[in-house]
C-alpha cells in the first residue's frame, strides 16, 4: 500500500459546480501537506499548502486537513473550465524535503 | 528569472546511450530537487540537494543515474545506459530554504526507444 492514497478520477462536473477532491494517508508524522495543480505537459503548480491540522481558503480555494483521520480535501468553488487539470495531493514529514504524492485526480470542468 | 528552466524539454534515445537533463533554479533558491513522474502517477522523489551538497537520493535512483549541483547553482541529471523502464518525465523543482512547497520546472520527457 502507498503512503498516499488519491483517486485518480476522471472527475467531471459542470462549470459552477463544488469540486471536492481529497487524499488519504498513513504516515502519522506527516505534516505538511500541498496541492498541486498540473495542466497536460506541465510541470505541477503549487495551489496551497498547509501546516498541521485546519483549513485554509484562498480566492476559490480551500484546503482541510484532518490528521486524526489522515485525511485533507482541497474544495474548488464556482468551478471553471480553466480549472481542468489533474490535481497532486503531496505531503511530507519536514518542511523542505521529499515530497510524497498521491496520483493525481484528473478534473474536467464543462462549460 | 521567471521560473525554473529544463532543458531539453524532450528527448529521445536509444536503449544503452547515456543522457543528460539540464535544470536552472529560481535564482538564490538553495534547495534542489530532481522527481520522476510517469504517465498516470504522481512524481517520485530522486534526489535532493542543499547547495551544492546532495542531502538526499532516493533507493529508485540506481547507479546508472548520477546528479551534481557543481558550485550550488544549475544542476545536471545523467542516466548510464538507458533502458526503457527510464522513459518518464524528469522534474526539477527549487525553493528557498524553510518554505512549504517548491516551484517545479515543466520537465524533460525522455523516451527510450
Known amino acids: 500500500q502507498k503512503e498516499v492514497e488519491q483517486d485518480p478520477g476522471p472527475l467531471s462536473v459542470p462549470e459552477g459546480a463544488i469540486v471536492s477532491l481529497n487524499c488519504t494517508y498513513s504516515?502519522?508524522?506527516?505534516?505538511?501537506f500541498m496541492w498541486y495543480r498540473q495542466y497536460s505537459r506541465k510541470g505541477p503548480e503549487l495551489l496551497m499548502y498547509?501546516?498541521?491540522?485546519g483549513n485554509k481558503e484562498d480566492g476559490r480555494f480551500t484546503a482541510q486537513v484532518d490528521k486524526s483521520s489522515k485525511y485533507i480535501s482541497l474544495f474548488i468553488r464556482d468551478s471553471q473550465p480553466s480549472d481542468s487539470a489533474t490535481y497532486l495531493c503531496?505531503?511530507?514529514?519536514?518542511?523542505?524535503?521529499?515530497?510524497?504524492f498521491g496520483k493525481g485526480t484528473s478534473l474536467l470542468v464543462t462549460p | 528569472d521567471t521560473g525554473v528552466s529544463q532543458n531539453p524539454r524532450h528527448k529521445i534515445t536509444k536503449r544503452g546511450q547515456n543522457v543528460t537533463f539540464r535544470c536552472d533554479p529560481i535564482s538564490e533558491h538553495n534547495r534542489l530537487y530532481w522527481y520522476r513522474q510517469t504517465l498516470g502517477q504522481g512524481p517520485e522523489f530522486l534526489t535532493y540537494?542543499?547547495?551544492?551538497?546532495?542531502?538526499?537520493k532516493s533507493r529508485l535512483l540506481s547507479d546508472r543515474f548520477s546528479a551534481e549541483r557543481p558550485k550550488g547553482s544549475f544542476s545536471t541529471l545523467e542516466i548510464q545506459r538507458t533502458e526503457q523502464g527510464d522513459s518518464a518525465m524528469y522534474l526539477c523543482?527549487?525553493?528557498?530554504?524553510?518554505?512549504?512547497?517548491?516551484?517545479f520546472g515543466s520537465g524533460t520527457r525522455l523516451t527510450v526507444v
Open positions: 503531496a505531503m511530507s514529514a519536514n518542511s523542505g524535503y521529499a515530497l510524497n
Open positions: 504516515n502519522s508524522a506527516f505534516q505538511y
Open positions: 523543482a527549487s525553493s528557498p530554504n524553510e518554505v512549504y512547497g517548491y516551484t
Open positions: 540537494f542543499q547547495n551544492e551538497a546532495q542531502l538526499e
Open positions: 498547509t501546516y498541521s491540522s
